[in-house]
Protein backbone atom coordinates (compact mmCIF):
# COMPACT_ATOMS: atom_id res chain seq x y z
CA UNK A 1 0.00 0.00 0.00
CA UNK A 2 0.97 3.40 -0.83
CA UNK A 3 -0.84 5.98 0.53
CA UNK A 4 -1.66 9.64 1.02
CA UNK A 5 -3.06 11.78 3.56
CA UNK A 6 -4.04 15.44 3.22
CA UNK A 7 -4.62 17.21 6.29
CA UNK A 8 -2.62 15.38 7.93
CA UNK A 9 -0.75 17.78 10.41
CA UNK A 10 -4.33 17.22 12.06
CA UNK A 11 -5.11 15.07 15.51
CA UNK A 12 -7.49 12.75 13.10
CA UNK A 13 -4.42 12.97 10.20
CA UNK A 14 -2.01 12.22 12.73
CA UNK A 15 -4.17 9.22 14.14
CA UNK A 16 -5.41 8.10 11.14
CA UNK A 17 -1.37 8.01 10.26
CA UNK A 18 -0.55 6.15 13.33
CA UNK A 19 -2.49 3.27 12.43
CA UNK A 20 -1.48 3.06 8.93
CA UNK A 21 1.75 3.00 9.86
CA UNK A 22 1.26 -0.18 12.33
CA UNK A 23 0.26 -1.99 9.23
CA UNK A 24 3.28 -4.60 7.80
CA UNK A 25 1.03 -3.94 4.41
CA UNK A 26 2.16 -0.23 4.26
CA UNK A 27 4.96 0.55 1.81
CA UNK A 28 4.99 4.45 1.78
CA UNK A 29 3.12 6.76 3.73
CA UNK A 30 3.07 10.62 2.18
CA UNK A 31 1.96 13.16 5.07
CA UNK A 32 0.88 16.54 3.61
CA UNK A 33 -0.58 19.93 5.08
CA UNK A 34 0.24 23.44 4.97
CA UNK A 35 3.38 23.20 7.31
CA UNK A 36 5.18 19.35 7.52
CA UNK A 37 3.31 17.82 9.31
CA UNK A 38 4.63 15.63 12.41
CA UNK A 39 5.78 11.59 11.79
CA UNK A 40 3.77 10.39 14.71
CA UNK A 41 5.40 8.65 17.76
CA UNK A 42 8.85 9.59 16.60
CA UNK A 43 7.83 13.48 15.46
CA UNK A 44 11.18 12.98 12.66
CA UNK A 45 11.80 12.07 9.74
CA UNK A 46 13.29 8.35 11.17
CA UNK A 47 10.78 5.93 9.30
CA UNK A 48 11.84 5.57 5.77
CA UNK A 49 8.05 4.53 4.55
CA UNK A 50 7.20 8.45 5.45
CA UNK A 51 7.63 11.38 3.48
CA UNK A 52 6.26 14.68 5.26
CA UNK A 53 5.35 18.16 2.76
CA UNK A 54 4.16 21.23 2.91
CA UNK A 55 1.31 21.36 0.79
CA UNK A 56 -1.15 24.40 -0.50
CA UNK A 57 -3.51 22.52 -2.12
CA UNK A 58 -5.28 25.90 -3.77
CA UNK A 59 -2.83 25.33 -6.00
CA UNK A 60 -3.08 22.95 -8.95
CA UNK A 61 1.08 22.03 -8.97
CA UNK A 62 0.87 20.86 -5.39
CA UNK A 63 -1.52 18.21 -5.81
CA UNK A 64 0.40 17.39 -9.12
CA UNK A 65 3.53 16.76 -6.53
CA UNK A 66 1.50 14.71 -4.31
CA UNK A 67 0.09 11.94 -6.49
CA UNK A 68 2.40 9.22 -7.82
CA UNK A 69 1.37 7.15 -10.75
CA UNK A 70 1.48 4.03 -7.84
CA UNK A 71 -0.37 5.34 -5.33
CA UNK A 72 -2.70 3.25 -3.79
CA UNK A 73 -5.52 5.41 -1.81
CA UNK A 74 -5.67 9.07 -0.55
CA UNK A 75 -7.37 10.52 2.21
CA UNK A 76 -9.09 13.83 1.50
CA UNK A 77 -9.14 14.64 5.34
CA UNK A 78 -7.87 18.84 4.40
CA UNK A 79 -10.52 21.24 4.80
CA UNK A 80 -11.36 25.16 6.20
CA UNK A 81 -13.95 23.86 9.25
CA UNK A 82 -17.32 25.37 9.30
CA UNK A 83 -16.89 28.38 11.43
CA UNK A 84 -14.45 29.77 9.86
CA UNK A 85 -15.74 28.65 6.52
CA UNK A 86 -18.70 30.82 6.95
CA UNK A 87 -16.62 33.75 8.31
CA UNK A 88 -14.43 33.64 5.08
CA UNK A 89 -15.94 32.73 2.04
CA UNK A 90 -13.30 33.25 -0.21
CA UNK A 91 -10.72 30.57 1.69
CA UNK A 92 -13.35 27.98 2.22
CA UNK A 93 -14.39 27.45 -1.77
CA UNK A 94 -10.69 28.33 -2.25
CA UNK A 95 -9.21 25.48 -0.53
CA UNK A 96 -12.79 22.96 0.26
CA UNK A 97 -13.83 23.13 -3.44
CA UNK A 98 -10.86 24.44 -5.26
CA UNK A 99 -8.30 21.69 -3.41
CA UNK A 100 -10.61 18.71 -3.84
CA UNK A 101 -10.58 19.08 -7.04
CA UNK A 102 -7.53 19.63 -8.02
CA UNK A 103 -6.42 16.46 -5.89
CA UNK A 104 -9.28 14.95 -7.49
CA UNK A 105 -7.82 15.68 -11.21
CA UNK A 106 -4.30 15.00 -9.87
CA UNK A 107 -5.23 11.01 -9.19
CA UNK A 108 -7.03 10.79 -12.37
CA UNK A 109 -4.39 11.89 -14.35
CA UNK A 110 -1.49 10.05 -12.86
CA UNK A 111 -2.96 7.41 -10.61
CA UNK A 112 -6.25 6.36 -12.25
CA UNK A 113 -8.53 4.15 -9.95
CA UNK A 114 -7.27 4.76 -6.86
CA UNK A 115 -9.24 4.88 -3.64
CA UNK A 116 -10.08 8.23 -2.97
CA UNK A 117 -11.61 8.42 0.84
CA UNK A 118 -13.14 12.02 1.68
CA UNK A 119 -14.38 12.97 4.94
CA UNK A 120 -17.20 14.95 4.14
CA UNK A 121 -19.67 16.30 6.73
CA UNK A 122 -23.51 15.75 8.58
CA UNK A 123 -22.99 19.42 7.47
CA UNK A 124 -24.12 18.79 4.13
CA UNK A 125 -27.88 18.30 5.46
CA UNK A 126 -30.13 21.59 6.37
CA UNK A 127 -33.54 23.08 5.83
CA UNK A 128 -36.64 20.89 5.97
CA UNK A 129 -35.69 17.68 7.30
CA UNK A 130 -37.53 14.34 8.02
CA UNK A 131 -36.88 13.17 11.30
CA UNK A 132 -34.61 10.63 11.02
CA UNK A 133 -31.28 11.08 8.09
CA UNK A 134 -30.59 8.35 5.40
CA UNK A 135 -27.99 7.78 3.06
CA UNK A 136 -30.49 8.77 0.16
CA UNK A 137 -32.01 11.61 2.17
CA UNK A 138 -31.21 14.74 -0.20
CA UNK A 139 -28.61 17.64 1.11
CA UNK A 140 -29.90 20.83 1.73
CA UNK A 141 -26.44 22.79 3.56
CA UNK A 142 -27.53 26.16 5.80
CA UNK A 143 -23.55 27.27 5.54
CA UNK A 144 -21.00 27.31 3.10
CA UNK A 145 -19.10 24.62 4.65
CA UNK A 146 -21.59 22.05 4.18
CA UNK A 147 -22.26 23.40 1.00
CA UNK A 148 -18.92 23.15 -0.16
CA UNK A 149 -18.77 19.56 1.18
CA UNK A 150 -21.41 18.66 -0.67
CA UNK A 151 -20.12 20.07 -3.75
CA UNK A 152 -17.20 17.74 -3.51
CA UNK A 153 -19.28 14.90 -2.65
CA UNK A 154 -21.02 15.02 -6.33
CA UNK A 155 -17.59 15.37 -7.80
CA UNK A 156 -16.31 12.40 -5.73
CA UNK A 157 -19.29 10.58 -7.07
CA UNK A 158 -19.00 11.32 -10.34
CA UNK A 159 -15.33 10.66 -10.86
CA UNK A 160 -16.07 7.72 -9.46
CA UNK A 161 -18.97 6.80 -12.21
CA UNK A 162 -16.22 7.56 -14.89
CA UNK A 163 -13.80 5.31 -13.58
CA UNK A 164 -11.32 8.34 -12.96
CA UNK A 165 -11.60 7.00 -9.03
CA UNK A 166 -12.39 4.45 -6.88
CA UNK A 167 -14.35 6.54 -4.55
CA UNK A 168 -15.96 6.89 -0.74
CA UNK A 169 -17.63 9.81 0.68
CA UNK A 170 -17.78 9.95 4.71
CA UNK A 171 -20.02 11.64 6.49
CA UNK A 172 -18.90 12.42 9.83
CA UNK A 173 -21.01 12.65 12.76
CA UNK A 174 -19.28 15.65 15.13
CA UNK A 175 -16.20 14.54 16.18
CA UNK A 176 -15.81 14.26 20.26
CA UNK A 177 -13.81 15.14 22.58
CA UNK A 178 -11.10 16.31 20.45
CA UNK A 179 -7.81 16.45 21.95
CA UNK A 180 -5.49 19.70 21.79
CA UNK A 181 -6.94 23.52 21.45
CA UNK A 182 -9.98 24.64 20.33
CA UNK A 183 -11.09 24.90 16.64
CA UNK A 184 -12.83 27.47 14.04
CA UNK A 185 -15.55 24.86 13.70
CA UNK A 186 -18.52 25.38 14.73
CA UNK A 187 -19.14 22.24 16.97
CA UNK A 188 -15.48 23.27 19.03
CA UNK A 189 -17.83 23.73 21.75
CA UNK A 190 -18.93 20.06 21.93
CA UNK A 191 -15.38 19.43 22.89
CA UNK A 192 -14.66 22.34 24.80
CA UNK A 193 -17.81 21.66 27.52
CA UNK A 194 -16.15 18.34 28.19
CA UNK A 195 -12.11 18.85 27.45
CA UNK A 196 -11.57 22.39 29.18
CA UNK A 197 -13.48 21.80 32.36
CA UNK A 198 -11.66 18.24 32.69
CA UNK A 199 -8.52 20.43 32.62
CA UNK A 200 -10.06 22.62 35.15
CA UNK A 201 -10.38 25.35 32.53
CA UNK A 202 -13.83 27.78 31.80
CA UNK A 203 -15.86 26.45 29.07
CA UNK A 204 -18.27 28.62 27.15
CA UNK A 205 -21.04 26.51 26.06
CA UNK A 206 -23.05 28.87 23.06
CA UNK A 207 -26.15 26.70 22.57
CA UNK A 208 -29.33 25.79 24.12
CA UNK A 209 -28.96 22.67 26.35
CA UNK A 210 -31.31 21.07 24.43
CA UNK A 211 -30.24 20.92 21.78
CA UNK A 212 -29.28 17.34 20.34
CA UNK A 213 -26.06 16.14 18.42
CA UNK A 214 -24.89 13.72 16.15
CA UNK A 215 -21.47 12.41 17.61
CA UNK A 216 -18.59 9.80 17.66
CA UNK A 217 -15.69 9.56 19.10
CA UNK A 218 -12.22 10.21 17.92
CA UNK A 219 -11.39 6.47 18.12
CA UNK A 220 -14.72 5.45 16.24
CA UNK A 221 -13.82 7.93 13.16
CA UNK A 222 -10.29 6.56 12.84
CA UNK A 223 -11.66 3.16 12.43
CA UNK A 224 -13.84 3.44 10.20
CA UNK A 225 -11.51 5.71 7.89
CA UNK A 226 -9.26 2.62 8.35
CA UNK A 227 -12.18 0.11 7.60
CA UNK A 228 -13.03 1.97 4.68
CA UNK A 229 -10.10 1.51 2.72
CA UNK A 230 -10.73 -2.55 3.10
CA UNK A 231 -14.12 -2.22 1.10
CA UNK A 232 -14.53 -3.57 -2.51
CA UNK A 233 -15.68 -1.72 -5.20
CA UNK A 234 -18.80 -4.19 -5.34
CA UNK A 235 -19.82 -3.41 -2.23
CA UNK A 236 -21.33 -0.47 -3.16
CA UNK A 237 -24.28 0.32 -5.35
CA UNK A 238 -25.04 3.45 -7.53
CA UNK A 239 -23.74 5.84 -4.87
CA UNK A 240 -20.46 6.15 -3.02
CA UNK A 241 -21.49 8.12 0.09
CA UNK A 242 -22.12 7.05 3.09
CA UNK A 243 -23.62 8.26 6.70
CA UNK A 244 -21.08 7.42 9.19
CA UNK A 245 -22.19 5.57 12.85
CA UNK A 246 -22.61 7.93 15.42
CA UNK A 247 -24.92 8.14 18.89
CA UNK A 248 -27.92 10.97 19.06
CA UNK A 249 -27.18 13.29 22.42
CA UNK A 250 -28.15 16.40 23.57
CA UNK A 251 -25.72 19.15 25.37
CA UNK A 252 -27.40 18.37 28.41
CA UNK A 253 -27.08 15.17 28.40
CA UNK A 254 -23.28 15.63 27.29
CA UNK A 255 -22.72 17.56 30.45
CA UNK A 256 -24.34 15.13 32.78
CA UNK A 257 -22.47 12.35 31.66
CA UNK A 258 -19.48 14.66 32.30
CA UNK A 259 -21.39 15.03 35.93
CA UNK A 260 -21.25 11.58 36.43
CA UNK A 261 -17.82 10.49 35.61
CA UNK A 262 -15.98 13.54 36.71
CA UNK A 263 -17.99 15.08 39.47
CA UNK A 264 -19.50 18.52 40.00
CA UNK A 265 -16.38 20.36 40.71
CA UNK A 266 -15.87 19.60 37.24
CA UNK A 267 -19.15 20.65 35.64
CA UNK A 268 -19.06 23.73 37.00
CA UNK A 269 -16.50 25.18 35.18
CA UNK A 270 -18.96 25.17 32.57
CA UNK A 271 -20.61 28.97 31.48
CA UNK A 272 -23.77 29.45 29.32
CA UNK A 273 -23.61 32.23 26.55
CA UNK A 274 -25.88 31.71 23.76
CA UNK A 275 -23.93 32.86 20.32
CA UNK A 276 -26.73 33.07 17.79
CA UNK A 277 -24.45 32.37 15.27
CA UNK A 278 -22.99 28.97 16.62
CA UNK A 279 -26.33 28.06 17.13
CA UNK A 280 -27.54 28.59 13.83
CA UNK A 281 -25.09 26.79 12.40
CA UNK A 282 -25.32 24.12 14.12
CA UNK A 283 -28.75 23.45 15.08
CA UNK A 284 -29.45 23.18 11.45
CA UNK A 285 -27.77 19.92 11.61
CA UNK A 286 -29.82 16.62 11.93
CA UNK A 287 -28.62 14.53 14.95
CA UNK A 288 -31.02 10.98 13.86
CA UNK A 289 -29.49 9.03 11.54
CA UNK A 290 -30.60 5.35 10.37
CA UNK A 291 -26.92 4.13 9.34
CA UNK A 292 -28.13 0.45 8.98
CA UNK A 293 -26.46 0.64 5.60
CA UNK A 294 -22.76 1.41 7.58
CA UNK A 295 -23.15 -0.92 10.02
CA UNK A 296 -23.85 -3.92 7.55
CA UNK A 297 -20.92 -3.02 5.73
CA UNK A 298 -18.48 -3.12 9.16
CA UNK A 299 -18.55 0.40 10.35
CA UNK A 300 -18.75 0.32 13.92
CA UNK A 301 -20.28 3.27 16.77
CA UNK A 302 -19.79 4.08 20.12
CA UNK A 303 -21.50 2.64 22.82
CA UNK A 304 -22.37 5.76 25.46
CA UNK A 305 -20.69 9.25 25.51
CA UNK A 306 -19.73 7.97 29.19
CA UNK A 307 -17.73 5.89 27.50
CA UNK A 308 -16.52 8.68 24.64
CA UNK A 309 -15.74 10.79 28.15
CA UNK A 310 -13.36 8.04 29.77
CA UNK A 311 -11.68 7.12 26.76
CA UNK A 312 -10.50 10.56 26.64
CA UNK A 313 -9.75 10.81 30.41
CA UNK A 314 -7.25 7.56 29.66
CA UNK A 315 -5.97 8.56 26.67
CA UNK A 316 -4.71 12.48 28.08
CA UNK A 317 -3.87 10.97 31.24
CA UNK A 318 -6.34 13.37 33.42
CA UNK A 319 -7.09 12.14 35.98
CA UNK A 320 -10.76 11.97 36.86
Known sequence: ????????????????????LSNPDLQHLTLADLTPPPIPDSGSDSDSRVTSLAADLTRPTASKDLVSADITAVYHLAAVVSGQAEANFDLGMAVNCDGTRHLLEAVRHQAPGAKFIFASSLAVFGGDLPAVITDDTAVQPQSSYGTEKAICELWVNDYTRKGFIDGRVLRLPTVCVRPGKPNAAASSFASGIIREPLQAETAICPVDPKLSLWLSSPTAVVNNLIHALTLSADQFT????????????TVESM?????????????SHIRYQPDPAISNIVASWPSQFDVERAI?????????????????????????
Open 1 to 20: MRILITGAAGFLGQRLARRL
Open 238 to 249: YSRTLNLPGITV
Open 255 to 267: IDALEAVAGKAVT
Open 296 to 320: ALGFERDRTFQDIIRSFIAETDIAS
